[in-house]
């Protein structure tokens, strides 16, 4: 079975620009987190989306924003890139997304800002 | 509030010996604990879990303890190899039933040959 999948895999943009990252959630898994790593931070949770709502989120300005299709796929777009969000973005995916259930992650995508 | 520390930043073994690596929560709602192994390059992937209602778990050459007494729960990996060479991280799904997960800062574990 397909585990999670990320694209891109790497990404460099420029300060100001926005860029939208991808996560394909396992089949049949209905909930996708998205995480933000960082060498000084570790990994800090940006925001869940169950069933195409967004169920949780973390302590990110609303630069940071996302959304779930249908299918259970999720997007994330970061708007007005700053050089402090060059990180490793990983989206996790469960089936049911409770706090007692298994969540699969992707590659991540590696952003750089310059 | 919520925060999942471990203990040690980098854990240096010898091939064959026992590793523990240990993390501390602070959230004594935490009734769920994951802990998830890092290789360069790749996303974390799902080691082991345990549930607040047992106080160990074993898989394969891994075992998880928990003890809620002072929030404490450790990662022992039997007869470590190269190939566990890696950051491992725990994390907690905290008091919100929802996906989210809370991760300690992580342990570099560097096996020696």
């Known amino acids: 079975k397909a585990g999670v999948t990320q694209t891109p895999r790497y990404l460099i943009k420029t300060r100001g620009q926005q860029v939208t990252l991808s996560c394909s959630p396992i089949s049949g898994h209905r909930s996708v987190s998205w995480y933000q790593q960082t060498p000084g931070q570790g990994l800090q949770f940006l925001f869940e989306y169950f069933s195409e709502t967004q169920r949780n989120k973390g302590n990110f300005p609303g630069r940071f924003s996302g959304r779930q299709f249908s299918n259970s796929r999720s997007e994330m777009n970061v708007s007005t890139l700053e050089l402090g969000d060059s990180a490793l973005y990983l989206c996790?995916?469960?089936?049911?997304?409770?706090?007692?259930?298994?969540?699969?992650f992707g590659q991540g995508t590696r952003l750089t800002v310059v | 509030g919520e925060n999942v520390g471990l203990h040690l930043p980098t854990l240096s073994v010898q091939e064959g010996d026992n590793s523990i690596i240990n993390c501390a929560y602070s959230?004594?709602?935490?009734?769920?604990f994951i802990w998830y192994k890092q290789e360069s390059g790749k996303g974390p992937q799902f080691i082991i879990d345990?549930?607040?209602?047992?106080d160990k778990r074993q898989g394969q050459r891994v075992t998880v303890l928990l003890n809620k007494t002072v929030k404490h729960l450790s990662l022992q990996i039997a007869a470590t190899q190269p190939g566990d060479s890696a950051v491992y991280f725990c994390?907690?799904?905290?008091?919100?039933?929802?996906?989210?997960?809370?991760f300690g800062q992580g342990t570099t574990l560097q096996v020696k040959p």
């Open positions: 959230n004594s709602a935490s009734d769920y």
């Open positions: 996790a995916s469960s089936f049911r997304g409770r706090r007692d259930t298994e969540a699969f």
């Open positions: 345990i549930r607040s209602n047992m």
């Open positions: 994390a907690e799904n905290g008091s919100s039933n929802t996906g989210k997960l809370i």
